[in-house]
């Protein structure tokens, strides 16, 4: 029984879009979905990212590397939340369900996980 709901739950979880709060810190939101959208509007895959005090030096899969503040209202922020690119980065191969994924992942207000350090995936129902 347990195990049948456990199923129920994995089959819901990978096609449910994902919550997060609009205020959560951007590296969170790096770190998790592991994609940066350049200033050009190429996305990239993000390989690693290194946080230093308000920094972040993401480095992505075609071994480009960003330096970026952790501002909420900073224009990758603003790009990650209304998923704006211009073209997926050919050299980073990022698979096809990882931008359907990015392209579920809503951003709200009130709602929607933090993404503190210890935080599981968003569970968060309408
Ligand atoms: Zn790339």
Known sequence: MQQARELENKK????KARF??????????INKIKLWPSRSGRLHGVRSIEVVGEMGKITT????????RDSRNSRAGRW?????????????RIPDWK???????RFRRHQGSLLMDSAPESEEKD
Not at 12 to 15: I, P, Q
Request: charged share 30%; aromatic share 16%; with cysteine.
């Open 12 to 15: 819901n979880k990978s096609a």
């Open 80 to 92: 990650l939340r209304n998923k704006w690119y211009f073209k997926a980065c050919p050299d980073c």
């Open 99 to 105: 931008i359907e994924k990015y392209g579920s992942t």
């Open 61 to 68: 899969h075609c071994n480009k590397e960003f330096l970026v």
């Open 20 to 29: 997060y709060r609009k205020r959560v810190k951007i590296f969170n939101v």
